[in-house]
């Protein structure tokens, strides 16, 4: 144990004397490193540019005054001393030559030229060298702003308003549209005793031991549903417009059901238009086995109604709609309760307890938007109530179903 100790310790040590005399000076020249880049980066100097002439320290920045030696000749002695051997010039007028030819001299001080400054210059002024101004100077101005680019992009611009101010709206006798609903659709519920089996009515009671009105109500829920379609207008004077169309609208519920139980005996005997039941009610006292269907039911409809204006302004106008419409049943996809047998059934649009046929009646407003000379946007919240139930005698249920919802649309003005 002592030995492998030792062994371990002398591992240790070989290793710190490895991190010392190798990692210290490798990890010290890095940060010499790392704080030569930030001066090179802050004073723009390189290595190149230290001065390592030890000499300098000891130099002053003073400039030595020359004095004056006897043994120099100045510019002027040199020139009269050589015009006076070769032109053998009198002495005695040497002080005159001196007043006429150097009297209007005066003595400048030196001035050293900044190197810096003059290497700028010369090189800006052969960097514009490098230009031809000439191309420039032939450019007109006039020319580009009557271009046809020009132009056009002009002429685009004053096209890209949303709404062009000067835009002066046209209505026609006739319009044609399209419109699109988001709506949300529910029903009103009842039912006739007098078709169900089991019921005793006691004044304003009724009691029974299947399926009841206020169950219903009280579980049921509304659906998100739509329709769509064409629109056609005739105006028949400046305030009143006659509208009808072709939309495809659905209507619908959601309800509250069970699986059915096929070991129940009543289920082998039970049957409805043909078909084996395929939900139960749903239990109030265990929700843990209920699960939601949606019944839904489409129709295509014919709107005739009436639409009257009642504000106007500059490019739009705000109108009061009322109508019918006439419907046929398209498709059917629910559940129909069998007060006999106390089952839900589904049913399709073939089955005979449904009505083919249907009115219903319309009302809404309509807020509506030119875009164009004869193109205008609408807004139309409404209300749909179908007066005809959705089925029909025999069958105990009384059921009309009814949507709100926000139409969207264009009209477009034709003639």
Not at 159 to 177: A, D, T
Request: proline share 4%.
């Amino acid at each position: 144990m002592g030995t492998e100790l030792n062994n371990i310790k002398e591992k240790i040590k070989s290793r710190s004397g490895l991190a010392t005399f190798a990692i210290v000076p490798a990890v010290l020249c890095g940060l010499t490193l790392l704080g030569f880049q930030t001066y090179s980066l802050i004073t723009g100097k390189s290595f190149s540019d230290l001065d390592f002439n030890i000499g300098k320290l000891w130099q002053t920045s003073e400039n030595s005054v020359p004095q004056n030696d006897p043994n120099v000749l100045t510019i002027f002695d040199r020139v009269t001393a050589s015009d006076l051997a070769v032109d053998d010039i009198d002495a005695s007028n040497l002080e005159d030559i001196k007043s006429l030819v150097f009297s209007n001299i005066i003595s400048k001080p030196a001035q050293l030229a900044n190197t810096d400054k003059v290497e700028k210059q010369a090189k800006y002024a052969n960097t514009f060298d490098l230009f031809d101004l000439s191309i420039i100077e032939q450019v007109d101005i006039f020319s580009v702003l009557q271009s046809k680019q020009l132009l056009k992009y002009l002429n685009r611009l004053d096209k890209e308003y949303l709404i062009n101010p000067n835009m002066v709206p046209k209505q026609g006798k006739w319009y044609i549209g399209v419109s699109f609903a988001p709506t949300l659709s529910y029903r009103t519920f009842s039912y006739d005793p007098a078709y169900v089996n089991g019921v005793a009515v006691d004044g304003n009671y009724r009691y029974t031991f299947g399926l009841t009105e206020d169950s219903r109500n009280k579980t049921d829920k509304a659906i998100t549903s739509y329709s769509f379609g064409f629109d056609i207008g005739r105006r028949i004077n400046s305030k009143i417009t006659i509208f009808t169309g072709l939309h495809y609208a659905h209507y619908g519920e959601q309800i509250q059901v069970r699986p059915v139980d096929t070991e129940n005996p009543n289920y082998e005997n039970a049957s409805f238009m043909g078909n084996k039941p395929m939900y139960e009610l749903y239990s109030s006292e265990n929700s843990n086995g209920n699960i939601p269907f949606t019944n839904k039911y489409s129709y295509i409809e014919i709107p005739l109604g009436v639409s009257i204006d009642v504000a106007k302004f500059n490019k739009s106008k705000l109108s009061f709609d009322a109508g019918v419409n006439f419907k046929k049943l398209s498709k059917v996809n629910a559940l129909a309760f069998d007060f006999n047998t106390d089952y839900h059934y589904w049913c399709n649009s073939d089955k005979e307890i449904f009505n083919t046929y249907g009115v219903g009646t319309i009302t809404g407003v309509t807020l509506s938007q030119y875009f164009g000379e004869r193109l205008e946007l609408f807004v139309n919240p409404t209300f749909k109530y179908n007066i005809t139930s959705t089925f029909k005698r025999p069958y105990a249920v009384d059921q009309n179903q009814y949507s709100t919802g926000l139409r969207l649309g264009f009209k477009q003005q034709i003639f």
